[in-house]
């Protein structure tokens, strides 16, 4: 009977869904920011796994077959004709990393950095040099290297995968090491499990992403601060490695079965993550990674992440603050239909973002095996929450326009429920200790662009499901995107 | 006296183990029903629904007579068959099992039937109801206990359902006493032997046939081997004593040893005729003395294996002589051996290579198997090796003298075994014909609580179930609304009723109800740990009636079923008469809004032709999860798709694709269609409906369905034209940082990055990437070509101390030297760069223009500090010879020559030949080049 109920309800949705569509011009993901293919040439297998952008503006793509490709005129409003593809290498092993310093291409493989040239000046690299290749690798396919832009001080921040993604069998597997352009090697954070890419945020932190799995009970955004732990213990072992011990003492092995935040009051070094990306809701795989450095020509989000899911072939949008000395804060979902499944993403100066994708070996909304695209913006402003910030007793919501403060003030336009993950080695985790917080109340600002609300009460460790339904525009418009899920792991103090 | 005094240290045993088991043992005297002791902690199933629940279990129908309205509100739970029972359950437990139930079992079923009056009376009523039962014989499986088979049993106990209903056990395979609602197993090693616990696991309905104990294995091995994990305590404490005794012996010998001329090195007991008790491979020998008993004299083969020679004795005379150097050879010799104890004495010796002893017995009546199954250490010699274990063992209730039939006792027992009540539940068939019961309670409705069973010490005729407080309150409840229920129960009760006898909610959820405990969560486990909870939980079965096809879901009740390759919990089989019921009322009860027909535009086989595009890796991609027709998908290997018809209904699969988060909350699978759009709108006119049913009409076709797009792992064979291919990725032959490369002139090679040397050199075809390319990647490629030569392991430079030092092997990437680049040259030819020693080399192969295809191979060194003694090992070979122009050819395989090289040096080392360069610099500078032709 209940079954009954819910599919009718599931279907009459729907149904709704598709009547509003034909009759009503409600604008749609696409209205703001267009999906533009490049053409890929024929024969050309480009399963994408980093993307890099040279002072030239020369865009370089590498794929998992191990070739790096360079595009002339990656900006073309028409990518099919004026787009200029050349193989600048082959023979590479998987590389999921993509950098460029001094007219080198660093590029990040299975077993090592490596830094390329093209000597010559005929387009193809003939210099391959060994940067690093100071981890192991043993044949297992999840030894995946993912290797990050360079920072401030001249270093590839780098991301291996477990082995198996459960175990390290091979030297600093589940670490992030640092390699300099001049080949030192800095173990930096243990605990790393199944990564999906690496980045920087606008004030040069970085980040990765680490997917659902054994220690990790959804997909999530962590910060790679020197020294820290970020959750899974097997690769903790090769603290007794001697370089290892420039990341600082070796973390105590959290107790499975746990919570996130209890484990992190008890073992110091643990960095809860940053951003969780509730399983399905969000995505399912979470990957690429960069931030909005457009000032402004990539539309409202300046300075704010985005990161991409492989499996659902989309982009989310990521607003961090530091509450604790920490970073934590809230995602939404951004722009679906991306053509297969994202892995590397790249935002441009100018004000484009372009997103490659593959779906070999796990499958994607996407149906293309792989692609790369280029999201542009229209020019026109999303009705969106603009950033959602905690506050000691609940949140502060902006909006990208400002708000109809009738719905804005009604708390029946916003509807809570909070939970969190158990922290354990067994595989992912099923949402857990839900609470339904009350909307007590919800204050406008004068300048209707901010609404404050306040709730009964706020769960520290939990994540904040937050649906806006009811919020509309001075225009009469609902969100774009309705949901913002905020991960709590600390309630700010109050505000004096 | 003697039993209260062992019984006692057996308690205190347990003390010394842990205090609080001792407390749970006694609480736990009262019947344990899995469905009760779970639920009547909640509130999710009421009291009454669990007082009916008792009544079935405890099959309180068969004394007290249901009437026609109370009849299908019961599920009356069938006690044991007892025809052959004499042949199941060793005879010295009747006796005590009967007197003392609750004690010698607590938590069984079985009531404490009243044997008497007095002590006496009840005494020698039990003694004579065990001579009867005894003298039920039958034949039995001959099979011995077998230490190898132990950790499949433990396996299988732990992992494949065992542990759903039943405690787990420790280390020493003892069960952990009051593990949540766990169905007690008792003291297994004094009622079955290793032969009738198999052959209750094997078919336990053949004698329990209400399902409550499900088949779960899956032959008579699996049977054996959770029959002798399950009864390894008994052996296990023996094994801490060990079966036998054994003398370790050192020295080189060709043929065994006069042991009594030597002096044993080590000494100790062993479990087993196993020569792990060596202290090392090779160059020693074993003496192993022990006594086994047997039931009756006859004709006995022994088995005598072994690597090298050993030789067996029985009562003091050589019975098999397989003695001398020889790989593992079996001699096998039949003998008269007399009934009863003997001695066996055998022994073993390696002079090198492989080592193994087998010892194994077999005669008309005993299946060949491992003769330590029937060893013991003589009391007489092992004396003061007592050890607290084996007074566990002895000292375990229910252990009585040697057992002899008296058949005058079992005459009586026969009139008793109806008299006291035996025959209202248990079945014993007499000349065909089952015994009828002679007891008769009071009618079900008539019942009233604090009376009988149910009062406080029930009293006189009354069996005593050691039903405690909240299990006599919800009988009460259930009794007192019998009278009003209605006479059958409706669908939904009837499902739930079931669902709590056959105790399917230790693993299935349905309804919100059920579902693993927690205490036994993590026993469930899977193959494919990355599918998460999907791949290592049973199903949940809320909706399975609206899901599952009827005969689909008969069979699976039935028989049990392995659709879930990766889940290593089974689903066992329940039987048709203990499940049957349940299909019509899962129909009727789990209802979905049924799909309207599908008009197709297209026709039937371009329906089918959609659905394949559909599941294809151009369309939906399916298979990149899924297997089909079991063949691999790339990633995960989840259920297999031409499965799917055949379980599924239509309606539900419509459904359920649409949105499967409703159906399965947490499911990894996608949402194909996400809020029901199509991203194909060129398939089947981009309908939603029509596309998931085009599915559906394909995968009907079950394994005839043709293969869909990107199913199969084509190779990807890399051809060089004109310039070279490179390859890095894991080559087999070249490791993990290996970088592979193919020349248009079709000669091939892989370099090592971490041993710093040219692996292999290959003619013909490259290599196929399919492994890397295909899917995920894993593993080792070796090369496609053919005439494949591996260079010599180790670095290819390298500084000796002097010209007999032996060539250093690579223990670590580093100790090799530094890889530091290849480059490329206008041919797109690589050439690599490595440091050793301060020496920065490049190595530049190029293919030689010679018609069998070869490698040049240009080597420059330089340094600023040329260090002295360093050398290039050009080959290694058993046999290196020197031929015309400078040529030498390698164990016939290639030829290599040297040019602008010193004089090599010719050398045996490591038992081979070696040819070593010395390296002499010019100006900082060392240039020479190694052809090769093959």
């Known amino acids: 009977m209940k079954n009954t109920l819910l599919l009718s309800s599931l279907f009459t949705g729907l149904i709704l869904a598709s009547f509003s569509k034909a009759a009503d011009p409600i604008p749609t993901e696409d209205d703001y920011y267009k999906i533009v293919k490049f053409e890929i040439p024929k024969d050309v297998v480009l399963e994408a796994g980093s993307i890099e952008l040279t002072a030239d503006n020369k865009l370089y793509v590498s794929s998992r077959r191990g070739e790096i490709w360079s595009i002339d005129n990656p900006f073309a409003k028409d990518l099919a004709k004026d787009a200029k593809w050349t193989r600048y290498a082959h023979g590479l092993h998987e590389v999921l990393g993509l950098a460029s310093k001094d007219g080198w291409i660093y590029a990040t493989q299975r077993g090592e950095l490596t830094k390329l040239k093209d000597s010559n000046g005929d387009g193809k690299a003939d210099i391959f040099q060994t940067v690093s290749d100071a981890w192991e690798i043993n044949g297992d396919y999840h030894e995946y290297a993912f290797g990050s832009k360079f920072d401030k001080d001249g270093n590839v921040w780098i991301v291996l995968c477990l082995t198996g993604s459960f175990n390290s069998n091979s030297k600093y597997r589940g670490w992030c090491v640092r390699v300099n352009a001049d080949g030192t090697f800095t173990p930096t954070c243990s605990g790393i499990r199944s990564p999906g890419s690496i980045g920087f945020n606008a004030a040069g932190d970085c980040f990765y992403t680490d997917n659902q799995g054994p220690w990790n009970g959804t997909s999530s955004l962590k910060h790679l601060l020197p020294g820290s732990f970020q959750g899974h213990p097997d690769g903790n072992k090769w603290f007794d490695l001697k370089e290892a011990k420039l990341a600082g003492p070796k973390p105590e092995t959290p107790k499975s079965g746990s919570r996130m935040m209890i484990e992190a009051e008890r073992i110091p070094q643990l960095m809860p993550p940053a951003i969780y990306f509730p399983y399905k809701k969000m995505g399912q795989s979470a990957s690429g990674i960069d931030y909005d450095k457009s000032e402004g020509k990539f539309g409202p989000f300046q300075n704010q992440l985005f990161v991409a899911d492989q499996t659902n072939s989309t982009v989310m949008r990521v607003h961090l603050e530091k509450v604790h000395g920490r970073y934590q804060g809230a995602c939404f979902p951004f722009r679906k239909g991306f053509g297969s499944g994202n892995v590397p993403i790249m935002a441009s100066k100018n004000g484009h973002l372009f997103v490659g994708g593959t779906n070999r070996g796990w499958g994607s909304h996407g149906n293309k095996p792989f692609a790369l695209e280029r999201l542009d913006w229209t020019g026109k402003v999303p009705f969106e929450i603009h950033e959602m910030r905690a506050k000691n007793d609940g949140f502060e919501l902006t909006f990208t326009h400002p708000v109809d403060p009738k719905t804005a003030a009604d708390v029946a336009s916003y509807k809570m429920s909070t939970y969190c993950y158990i922290y354990q080695s067994a595989y992912g985790s099923p949402e857990v200790d839900f609470t339904y917080p009350k909307i007590t109340s919800a204050v406008v600002a004068p300048d209707n662009k901010s609404v404050r609300i306040v709730i009964d009460k706020p769960v520290a460790g939990h994540i904040h499901d937050l649906t806006v339904a009811g919020v509309r525009s001075k225009d009469g418009l609902p969100l774009l995107h309705p949901e913002a899920y905020y991960t709590l792991n600390y309630i700010p103090e109050k505000a004096k | ?934």
């Open chain 2, 1 to 934: 006296m003697r039993k209260n005094f062992l019984f006692l240290a057996l308690c205190f045993f347990i003390t010394a183990v842990n205090p609080a088991q001792i407390f749970a043992a006694d609480a736990s005297k009262r019947p344990i029903v899995p469905g009760f002791e779970r639920f009547s902690q909640g509130k999710e199933i009421d009291q009454a629904q669990l007082g009916l629940l008792l009544l079935g279990e405890l099959n309180c129908t068969s004394c007290h007579a249901p009437t026609a309205t109370t009849k299908g509100l019961i599920q009356a739970k069938q006690a044991p068959l007892l025809d052959k029972v004499g042949a199941r359950i060793k005879p010295e437990y009747f006796e005590s099992f009967i007197a003392k139930t609750h004690e010698v079992k607590p938590g069984s079923t079985m009531p404490q039937v009243s044997l008497g009056n007095t002590e006496q009376e009840k005494q020698a009523t039990a003694k004579a109801l065990a001579h009867y039962l005894a003298q039920q014989a039958g034949a039995t499986e001959k099979l011995l206990f077998d230490p190898k088979q132990v950790a499949l049993g433990k396996t299988l106990f732990a992992q494949s359902g065992c542990v759903s209903c039943h405690a787990g056990r420790d280390q020493a395979a003892k069960e952990i006493l009051n593990v949540n609602n766990s169905v007690p197993l008792g003291a297994l090693e004094n009622k079955y032997t290793v032969g009738s616990l198999t052959n209750f696991l094997e078919n336990p309905h053949q004698v329990r046939p209400s399902g409550r104990m499900p088949a779960l294995l899956k032959d008579k091995k699996e049977a054996h081997a959770v029959a002798c994990y399950l009864l390894q305590s008994a052996k296990a404490s023996a094994k801490s004593a060990g079966v036998l005794k054994f003398e370790y012996f050192e020295g080189s010998w060709t043929t065994l040893p006069d042991f009594t001329k030597l002096k044993a090195i080590a000494k100790g007991t062993a479990s087993d005729f196993d020569v792990e008790v060596a202290q090392k491979m090779n160059n020693n020998a074993i003496r192993f003395e022990g006594w086994f008993k047997l039931q009756s004299a006859g004709k006995y083969t022994l088995h005598l294996g072994s690597d090298d020679g050993s030789k067996i004795w029985i009562d003091g005379k050589l019975i098999i002589d397989n003695d001398g150097v020889h790989p593992h050879t079996v001699i096998s010799k039949t003998v008269e051996l007399y009934k009863g104890e003997h001695k066996v004495e055998v022994g073993v010796f390696d002079g090198g290579g492989d080592y193994s002893l087998t010892v194994e017995i077999e005669s008309n009546n005993l299946p060949r198997q491992p003769l330590s199954g029937i060893c013991s250490i003589d009391e007489k010699t092992a004396e003061g090796t007592t050890t607290v274990a084996n007074v566990a063992i002895a000292a375990a209730p229910g252990i009585p003298e040697p057992f002899k039939l008296d058949a005058a006792l079992a005459t009586k027992g026969r009139a008793l075994f109806a008299s006291v009540g035996c025959a209202n539940c248990h079945g014993m068939n007499e000349n065909n014909k089952r015994i009828p019961a002679v007891v008769q309670g009071p009618e079900l409705l008539k019942l009233r609580p604090e009376t009988g069973c149910l009062s406080e010490n029930p009293q006189g005729k009354s069996p005593d179930f050691a039903l405690d407080a909240k299990q006599k309150a919800a009988i009460a409840l259930a009794l007192k609304n019998l009278a009003s229920m209605p006479p059958s129960p409706d669908s939904k009760a009837l499902i739930n009723q079931t669902f709590l006898s056959l105790n399917c909610y230790a693993c299935h959820q349905r309804d919100k109800i059920g579902g693993p405990e927690d205490s036994r969560n993590a026993s469930f486990v899977s193959t494919q740990p990355e599918m998460g909870d999907e791949g290592r939980l049973p199903p949940a079965l809320t909706g399975v009636g609206a899901k599952l096809n009827p005969d689909w879901l008969k069979q699976v009740l039935e028989q049990g079923t392995k659709v879930r390759p990766y889940m290593l919990a089974r689903m066992p089989k329940y039987g048709a008469a203990n499940v049957n019921h349940l299909i019509k009322p899962l129909d009727e009860v789990d209802i979905i809004t049924p799909v309207e027909a599908i008009q197709f535009a297209d026709t039937p086989a371009k329906v089918k032709t959609s659905g394949r595009l559909l599941v294809g890796s151009k369309a939906l991609g399916c298979i990149k999860c899924h297997t089909f027709n079991n063949q691999k998908a790339e990633g995960i290997q989840a259920l297999d798709l031409t499965s799917m018809p055949q379980r599924l209904k239509r309606d539900w699969f419509q459904r359920y694709m649409l949105d499967p988060q409703p159906f399965r909350p947490g499911t990894r699978m996608p949402a194909p269609w996400p809020m029901g759009k199509t991203f194909f709108d060129e398939i089947l006119e981009g309908s939603t409906k029509k596309q998931i049913e085009g599915i559906y009409v394909y995968l009907s076709q079950g394994s005839k369905a043709s293969p869909p797009e990107g199913l199969s792992r084509e190779a990807i064979v890399l051809v060089p034209d004109k310039e070279p291919i490179i390859y890095r990725n894991f080559i087999e032959g070249a490791g993990a940082r290996a970088i592979g490369v193919g020349y248009p002139e079709k000669v091939n090679l892989a370099f090592d990055a971490n041993s710093l040397r040219v692996a292999m050199i290959w003619q013909g075809a490259f290599i196929d990437a399919a492994r890397h390319w295909r899917d995920r990647g894993v593993g080792y490629q070796p090369p496609l070509g053919d005439n494949i030569i591996s260079l010599p392991a180790g670095p290819t430079f390298a500084t000796l101390a002097s010209e007999k030092e032996n060539w250093p092997a690579i223990t670590s990437k580093e100790q090799a030297g530094t890889f530091i680049s290849y480059t490329t040259d206008a041919l797109g030819r690589p050439s690599f760069q490595y440091k050793y020693a301060d020496v920065m080399i490049t190595d530049f192969p190029t293919p030689t223009k010679n018609k069998e295809g070869g490698f040049s191979r240009a080597f420059t060194l330089e340094s600023k500090t040329p260090p002295a003694l360093l050398y290039l090992r050009a080959a290694v070979g058993t046999k290196i010879e020197e031929q015309k122009e400078g040529w030498f050819m390698v164990d016939g395989e290639y030829k290599f020559r040297l040019v602008g090289a010193k004089k090599p040096i010719v050398r045996e080392s490591n038992g081979k030949k070696e040819i070593l360069v010395p390296i002499v610099f010019e100006n900082g500078v060392c240039k020479l080049v190694q052809e090769y032709s093959w």
